[in-house]
């Protein structure tokens, strides 16, 4: 089945450092990528997303690339807040949102 | 708009005994996603309904776990005879058909503990 692999955590990183959280996956066929995020007391919400191979997802300065020749969606940031410090999820559906598989998550922490 | 909503955020529960979940999804998705959440890992899957209808079914959802959205709206999942291995966090998510199926709106979840 699909399945998605995340780099373990946690990430500690200083403010302003350079941030990559990778992602890859295995899936039947040809799925839409997706980052979601936990902030600390909130539920899971929507960073960004990519529908086809070559596509970027970009929000918030993160982006991510959609990579099918090496199934992969890493997540990066040039220059991370205090405010990023949260669990971020690499998520996949193959049906258009029918059955999302997510990674186990990554923690984040800045410090200031 | 509200947000998703989950009834109780937690609930402990004797091994053996039943438990039934709420969750009010935002009132135009008709969408509707039922996950589990262990600790240290991602939301699985269970369930997903488009208005009543439910399409799919993970095979993480034992004959003990059902799930109904009898009017297209609010959704309800009971646990019949529950076992610590049941001691998750529950989320649910809502979402629009088409382009807006990708953007789940997840819920804070109910936290449940079997002792």
């Known amino acids: 089945g699909d399945s998605v692999t995340q780099m373990e955590g946690p990430v500690t990183l200083s403010e302003e450092a350079f941030l990559t959280i990778n992602c890859t996956y295995t899936?039947?066929?040809?799925?839409?990528l997706f980052w979601y995020v936990q902030y600390p007391g909130e539920g899971l919400q929507l960073l960004l997303k990519?529908?086809?191979?070559?596509d970027k997802g970009s929000n918030k300065g993160f982006e991510a690339t959609y990579r099918k020749e090496t199934t992969s969606f890493h997540l990066e940031k040039g220059s991370v807040q205090v405010s990023d410090s949260a669990v971020y999820f690499c998520?996949?559906?193959?049906?258009?949102?029918?059955?999302?598989?997510f990674g186990p998550g990554t923690r984040l922490s800045v410090l200031p | 708009d509200t947000g998703v909503s989950q009834d109780p955020r937690h609930k402990i529960t004797k091994r053996g005994q039943n438990v039934t979940f709420r969750c009010d999804p935002i009132?135009?998705?008709?969408?509707l996603y039922w996950y589990r959440q262990t600790l240290g890992q991602g939301p699985e899957f269970l369930t997903y309904?488009?208005?009543?209808?439910?399409?799919?079914k993970s095979r993480l959802l034992s004959d003990r776990f059902s799930a109904e959205r009898p009017k297209g709206s609010f959704s309800t999942l009971e646990i019949q005879r529950t076992e610590q291995g049941d001691s998750a966090m529950y989320l649910c998510?809502?979402?629009?058909?088409?382009?807006?199926?990708?953007?789940?709106?997840f819920g804070p979840g109910t936290r449940l503990t079997v002792t």
């Open positions: 998510a809502s979402s629009t058909p088409g382009q807006g199926a990708y953007e789940q709106y």
């Open positions: 899936a039947t066929g040809y799925p839409s």
């Open positions: 990519a529908t086809k191979a070559d």
């Open positions: 998520a996949l559906s193959e049906d258009y949102g029918q059955n999302f598989v």
């Open positions: 009132s135009e998705h008709n969408r």
């Open positions: 309904f488009q208005n009543e209808a439910q399409l799919e």
